[in-house]
């Protein structure tokens, strides 16, 4: 009694293919990985990074939350990006929100949805340190800058983590990089260039570093 027979089915037709085409793939894949990419981004089922990035099983590490938040809390993100960067020692994070995000909107509005305004919380904060830009733009614009802001927080947020400050001090080339996804385009477009050391060192945006989530987090 098999159920989602179709999912399975799709995986078997995948398997085969790569097979046939690679006999060797899983089994040199299995035996380890080397991603030189950890990508964090959105749960949302649009934004599917080995897709939308080209690439292949083994190729890039992925945590993905909604409105892919880098909270200094969450042992869970921490987690993956100590492993990514001590163990796989990845060369690139990549922070990739999209725009029209729907955890990002839900920070915008002025209701209760549920638990997820505790975990939107950082982004709250962060629209009201932007209040004036977002109160000047019409709705949807005003949602697209939100995501476009809390992409750049968030990859400041792991550039101030120990792993970060202690990979760089050691030496470790490690680059975050801050980028964003159209849904209606399929495009991911840079947000600003990369940060490549500590931000006491340099800001992305050449605003002071002191500029975001004085109250969260
Ligand atoms: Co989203």
């Keep these: 009694m098999h159920t989602l027979i179709h999912l399975l ?103 209760r949805h549920g638990m997820i305004d505790n975990w939107l919380a950082g982004i709250r904060s962060l629209s009201r340190l932007h209040r004036k830009e977002l109160d000047a733009l019409p709705p949807d614009a005003a949602v697209d800058r939100l995501c476009e802001l809390n992409v750049l927080a968030q990859a400041r947020h792991v550039a101030r983590t120990t792993i970060l400050e202690d990979a760089w001090e050691r030496g470790q080339l490690i680059s975050i990089h801050s980028w964003i996804y159209r849904l209606e385009t399929g495009i991911i477009t840079p947000l600003a260039p990369c940060m490549q050391k500590p931000l006491h060192f340099s800001t992305i945006d050449g605003r002071p570093p002191a500029d975001d989530f004085p109250d969260s987090h």
Excluded: M
Excluded at 50 to 76: C, K, M, S, Y
Excluded at 86 to 105: S, T
């Design 9 to 111: 089915d799709n995986n078997k037709v995948w398997s085969n293919a790569i097979n046939a085409s690679d006999p060797e793939f899983f089994r040199k894949l299995a035996e380890q990985q080397h991603p030189e990419y950890l990508w964090i981004g959105c749960s949302d089922s649009r934004v599917p990074a080995n897709q939308i990035t080209g690439l292949a099983p083994g190729e890039i590490f992925v945590h993905r939350n909604v409105a892919n938040i880098v909270a200094e809390t969450d042992f869970n993100v921490l987690t993956v990006i100590q492993y990514a960067v001590d163990v796989l020692k990845v060369r690139h994070i990549i922070i990739c929100g999209h725009y029209g995000c729907g955890g990002v909107q839900a920070a915008l509005e002025n209701f």
